[in-house]
């Protein structure tokens, strides 16, 4: 047997005159654990497509288990043993966990009826198999993402997988969680089936793999194994450039630090407890914590969407209530949504649509209509603010890149003027170049007067860009750390909880 | 074992057959002769051809679909094989059936080729087809009554048919209907294919996520085909057993009752988004919605509260499920 599971050879693929592909290999053996890396556009999922046989490519040959393959099917692609598990997990939330497990197998083997003894016992099977326990009976609706994730793991098992793609498994899960899928990867590694796994989060990448493809602009950057990798290399291979990064510093002096919010005692049952804190004009204020330790709660809280039970909230000194998103408009907060694909932006609407929704009323004319003119000064203003690439600014907003759509939300609320802005994990998914865009418009913000509340996954952000950081953990803010730069990166992932990254080398 | 009790009371099923019974037990105590076999016998025999638009109905809705076109077929597969009969003087309840069947899944697959091969929404589609099907039926076979002394023998007798029958004290009789049987063959046959076939399995599946759907390798097309023609089908014998109890027809019957055949399956637990849903429920939909409307007044309300309750029982189940999402949005922080 080939000691090659799959091998790529120059792989092209061009989307109408762009080329998605320019001559591409991977090659990954049994039991690997290969990671796909690069920023969004650079051709990942073209070639995840490629290889599961749904996309053809131009040119280039595919080899897997030493047969040669010119035009590979999504069926080939199933039969040598390759499964891709989605982002979406593409699982059935009203079915239960036995059945999602055995219910593609079963639809592969053409099967006419369904033996619900077969059903559960290839469920439990293949739950024994890679050690994990799950009520079978449960719905997928009602189990974690965690669990749900496993499930997907166990229906690509079902059907004879020797290599699993995952796409960006990690980012729905709590840092526990996503312990526990690497041990799920690295027991897949001892029964000789290799993943193939996209991520993001370069500290994933270093921790879980042991090689590296990278891809920049449809091109092949290198293969390295990870003993030749570390966090600054890595970030520089991806995007091309060294980014240098600088801290925020907070200038006192200009802003007479004036007190924007304070909350006081602010608590919500099972969300967060007893939360104290001042925010003043200008200043950058970090919010980390694990997924689930109530920093998402809070945030939403301030946003009128997830009200408190008790506490108080105090703006510019006086006491206020909100109790809904329009009161914390009113107020001049603005809130940037940890998702925004499905909360932040209105997908199928045009970019200039998405920019003036938060300010209809301010852009009516005396008949209290929208006036054209009105709306296309706005319009302009900040998509100039804000460099929004687009070649049409009525083009739909899902037609961006990540930045870009990044960008559109911001400019949506900066056009209310805010005076507090929250904004949850603002860089997520996008790629590191628009990253450091996205971070000096926040810094441009905070000098400028405004006063941010940075919530954020990713220790190096929060570092960089805030002058103080509360860390939050099970509703509590149990440190409160009012010099960021009093502190290192090691010391403050062992605070949030984090383990250590992998520094190699 | 505990979990199993927790299991059972979290089906919303529970919940109403002790509503049912509660509900029976109040109205035994108003008129002691509601909890006799006779009257039970005589609830089945009225509500069987309403079970059976709901178990078609339960099926649209579990692959996430709506189908309000199922009355118009109906009375359609009725009126065309009684105006058949009586045109050909064939008198034979099997050739009614045959007949009814067939325009019920001719006009079913119209609704399928519609919503499967052309991807259109299933609640338009089928909201044009009640109105296209029924104002076919009236502009080209007719809009003439048919009255008792003309309908063929058959429709009578099979009305009348028992499968077995009681005597009472005083010498008269009554009995349990064959639309028992028919109603539980039904049953039987759906729930087979929903539990025990890949089909019935798709159709969770569709109504659960139809892009999962999809990547598994469900023939979507033939399933929502398959669907559509089986609601046809079911109105179809629904149609025939309808002139048979009345012994009567007229084209404008039926139509109209959709929204009473929706509040039972909604009533019975099934979400109106798709996906999960019990033939048991719908059942026991049936069951108090057919009580509801024959006891009103017994109750003294005007039998005009009938529409106003399955008006609110539809508005009711719907907001139950779209408060369950939101919780589960809470849960991860998702305001939709």
């Not at chain 1, 002058?467 to 992932?493: H, P, Q, W, Y």
């Not at chain 2, 509500?47 to 118009?72: E, K, N, P």
Request: hydrophobic share 45%; aromatic share 8%.
């Amino acid at each position: 047997m080939a000691k090659e599971l799959l091998e790529v050879k120059n792989i092209s693929k061009a989307y109408t005159g762009v080329q998605a592909l320019d001559s591409v290999s991977i090659s990954i053996k049994r039991g690997e654990i290969h990671c796909l890396v690069g920023e969004n556009g650079s051709g990942k999922s073209t070639l995840i497509k490629i290889i599961a046989g749904v996309v053809k490519a131009d040119e280039g040959e595919i080899i897997i288990n030493g047969r040669f393959y010119q035009n590979l099917h999504a069926i080939d692609s199933i039969r040598e043993g390759i499964q891709v598990i989605y982002q979406d997990l593409s699982l059935f939330p009203n079915l239960s966990v036995a059945e999602n497990i055995s219910l593609n197998q079963m639809v592969e083997r053409k099967s006419k009826l369904i033996s619900w003894k077969d059903v559960t016992n290839t469920a439990r099977t293949e739950l024994k198999n890679i050690r994990e326990k799950l009520d079978l009976g449960e719905k997928i609706e009602d189990i974690s993402m965690a669990s749900r994730q496993i499930v997907a793991i166990c229906r690509a098992l079902t059907q004879g997988a020797k290599l699993i793609i995952m796409d960006e498994p990690t980012s729905a899960l709590t840092k526990t969680e996503i312990d526990s899928l690497f041990s799920v990867i690295l027991d897949l590694k001892r029964k000789g089936i290799s993943t193939l796994f996209i991520s993001h989060k370069i500290s994933e990448v270093l921790e879980i793999s042991e090689k590296v493809t990278i891809l920049r602009d449809g091109k092949k950057v290198g293969e390295y194994s990870i003993d030749e990798l570390d966090n600054d290399k890595l970030i520089f291979l991806m995007t091309g450039k060294k980014i240098a990064y600088s801290r925020f510093k907070y200038k006192e002096k200009e802003h007479h630090e004036k007190m924007l919010l304070e909350v006081r005692g602010l608590s919500k049952r099972g969300n967060f407890e007893n939360v104290n804190f001042k925010l003043r004009s200008g200043e950058i204020l970090g919010i980390v914590g694990l997924l689930g330790s109530g920093r998402t709660e809070l945030a939403l809280s301030l946003f009128g969407l997830n009200k408190a039970d008790s506490g108080e909230i105090y703006i510019d000194g006086k006491q206020v209530k909100i109790n809904s998103t329009q009161d914390a408009v009113k107020l001049r907060i603005s809130y940037l949504p940890e998702d925004r694909l499905s909360q932040g932006l209105f997908i199928e609407q045009s970019i200039s649509n998405n920019i003036i929704i938060t300010i209809l009323r301010k852009i009516l004319n005396r008949l209290r209509l929208i006036s054209n003119i009105k709306r296309e000064n706005s319009i302009n203003k900040w998509s100039k603010e804000l460099e929004i690439k687009t070649p049409s600014l009525e083009a739909a907003a899902q037609s961006l890149s990540g930045g870009n759509q990044q960008r559109v939300v911001l400019a949506r609320w900066l056009a209310t003027n805010p005076k507090v802005f929250i904004l949850d994990c603002p860089t997520i998914g996008i790629d590191i170049a628009s990253k450091s865009n996205i971070h000096s418009i926040i810094r441009d913000l905070a000098n400028a007067g405004m006063g941010i509340i940075l919530i954020s996954d990713e220790i190096p952000e929060a570092l960089q860009n805030c002058n103080r950081i509360l860390v939050m953990s099970k509703g509590r803010i149990v440190k409160k750390i009012n010099d960021a730069s009093s502190i290192t990166e090691d010391e403050l992932f062992n605070i949030v909880g984090k383990k250590e990254l992998n520094k190699v080398g | 074992m505990n979990k199993k009790i927790k299991r059972i009371f979290s089906h919303s099923e529970i919940y109403l057959f002790f509503i049912i019974i509660i509900f029976s037990i109040i109205l035994t105590s108003i008129n002691p002769s509601f909890l006799t076999l006779e009257n039970l016998f005589d609830l089945i025999k009225s509500s069987a051809g309403m079970g059976i638009l709901a178990v078609g109905f339960l099926i649209v809705l579990l692959s996430g679909g709506i189908d309000v076109s199922f009355t118009a077929i109906a009375i359609a597969g009725q009126y065309i094989s009684a105006n058949v009969l009586m045109a050909t003087g064939v008198d034979n309840i099997y050739l009614a059936f045959l007949i009814s069947c067939s325009v019920g899944i001719l006009l079913g697959a119209i609704n399928g080729l519609l919503i499967s091969v052309f991807k259109l929404p299933t609640l338009i589609v089928t909201l044009g087809t009640l109105s296209a099907f029924h104002g076919a039926l009236l502009a080209f076979v007719g809009t003439k009554a048919i009255n008792t002394a003309e309908l063929p023998d058959c429709f009578k007798v099979f009305g009348h048919n028992n499968i077995f029958v009681l005597t009472r004290a005083d010498g008269t009789s009554y009995g349990l209907s064959v639309y028992a049987l028919i109603l539980l063959g039904v049953v039987i046959m759906s729930w087979l294919i929903l539990k025990y076939t890949m089909l019935g399995r798709g159709i969770y599946a569709i109504g659960g996520n139809r892009d999962s759907a999809v990547r598994a390798g469900f023939n979507i097309v033939g399933i929502q085909f398959f669907i559509y023609c089986y609601v046809g089908f079911l109105a179809g014998i629904m149609g025939v057993m309808h002139i048979s109890l009345l012994r009567y027809s007229n084209p404008m019957y039926i139509v109209g009752t959709e929204l009473g055949v929706i509040a039972a399956v909604v009533l019975g637990g099934a979400r109106i988004t798709g996906g999960t849903g019990s033939i048991i429920g719908t059942l026991l939909g049936v069951v108090m919605i057919s009580i509801l409307e024959k006891n009103l007044v017994l109750m003294g309300l005007s039998s005009y509260w009938h529409q106003l309750f399955v008006g609110l029982i539809i508005i009711i189940g719907v907001s139950i499920t779209s408060y369950q999402n939101k919780r589960r949005g809470i849960r991860s922080l998702t305001f939709r």
